[in-house]
């Protein structure tokens, strides 16, 4: 009776418990189980620059193979393979969060309005933000929406009121508050007195805001009689 070949009584057979191994940014180690036949010989290799074979680069029969994932200093997540016992064995790693921020929170214009800009730094082009104006004087003109670094343009209107006023944009998630401020109005002088000195007193006279309202008044002498206000010697009241 010829015995059958070797291969036949015997066939080798690699296999291991998981395919896929899951790690945080930070990385860390791990480890592949490999069940073999007795005698039956395999290899690990690594196919990915941030996973490093540490121990059971080759081996024979049953064996352990040790592994370590580099940290991730990207916001991209990565994904990479080890050929273990020619099986594909598959490493997933997350990326870090995204940190999205304006360069400045505020800005002050005057009553006139203009326009400027917020820079918007991110640690990773795959980071994403949007930047929408709260208040109709103040108007996005580019950049409301970007991936990465980026900038918003933006203009403030004119204000035709002597009140100040206040608005914001919401940028990157953050609020950036515009501070405008309003119509300069001035002062005005006004000088009262009585024609003839002699005739009666006058009060009322003083530094005033333009447009505002404020009373002045004439009181005549015994014998005089009030006719009215004049202004460079034309009747006014």
Same mark, same amino acid.
């Given at each position: 009776?010829?015995?059958?070949?070797?291969?036949?009584?015997?066939?080798?057979?690699?296999?291991?418990?998981?395919?896929?191994?899951?790690?945080?940014?930070?990385?860390?180690?791990?480890?592949?189980?490999?069940?073999?036949?007795? %005698?039956?010989?395999?290899?690990?290799?690594?196919?990915? %620059?941030?996973?490093?074979? =540490?121990?059971?680069?080759?081996?024979?029969?049953?064996?352990?193979?040790?592994?370590?994932?580099?940290?991730?200093?990207?916001?991209?997540?990565?994904?990479?393979?080890?050929?273990?016992?020619?099986?594909?064995?598959?490493?997933?790693?997350?990326?870090?969060?995204?940190?999205?921020?304006?360069?400045? =929170?505020?800005?002050?214009? %005057?009553?006139?309005?203009?326009?400027?800009?917020?820079?918007?730094?991110?640690?990773?082009?795959?980071?994403?933000?949007?930047?929408?104006?709260?208040?109709?004087?103040?108007?996005?003109?580019?950049?409301?929406?970007?991936?990465?670094?980026?900038?918003?343009?933006?203009?403030?209107?004119?204000?035709?009121?002597?009140?100040?006023?206040?608005?914001?944009?919401?940028?990157?998630?953050?609020?950036?508050?515009?501070?405008?401020?309003?119509?300069?109005?001035?002062?005005?002088?006004?000088?009262?007195?009585?024609?003839?000195?002699?005739?009666?007193?006058?009060?009322?006279?003083?530094?005033?805001?333009?447009?505002?309202?404020?009373?002045?008044?004439?009181?005549?002498?015994?014998?005089?009689?009030?006719?009215?206000?004049?202004? %460079?010697?034309?009747?006014?009241?």
């Amino acid at each position: 009776i010829r015995r059958p070949p070797r291969s036949t009584l015997f066939p080798y057979t690699t296999l291991f418990r998981s395919t896929n191994a899951v790690f945080g940014t930070a990385g860390g180690s791990g480890s592949v189980s490999v069940t073999a036949s007795n %005698g039956c010989m395999w290899t690990a290799t690594s196919n990915a %620059g941030f996973i490093l074979i =540490t121990s059971g680069s080759s081996g024979s029969g049953n064996g352990t193979v040790g592994y370590t994932v580099a940290a991730n200093t990207s916001t991209t997540p990565v994904t990479g393979t080890m050929t273990v016992a020619n099986q594909i064995f598959t490493v997933t790693q997350a990326g870090l969060p995204c940190s999205v921020f304006p360069d400045t =929170t505020s800005a002050s214009f %005057g009553s006139g309005g203009g326009s400027d800009n917020v820079t918007v730094t991110a640690n990773g082009t795959n980071c994403t933000w949007t930047a929408s104006s709260n208040d109709s004087f103040i108007t996005i003109t580019s950049g409301s929406a970007g991936t990465g670094n980026g900038t918003v343009n933006y203009t403030v209107a004119a204000n035709t009121s002597t009140t100040s006023r206040m608005g914001t944009m919401t940028v990157a998630g953050q609020t950036f508050t515009v501070t405008q401020a309003g119509v300069s109005v001035g002062n005005a002088l006004i000088t009262v007195q009585a024609n003839p000195a002699t005739g009666g007193t006058v009060s009322g006279g003083g530094t005033y805001t333009v447009g505002s309202s404020h009373q002045i008044s004439a009181t005549a002498n015994s014998g005089w009689t009030f006719t009215g206000w004049s202004d %460079g010697g034309a009747q006014t009241h």
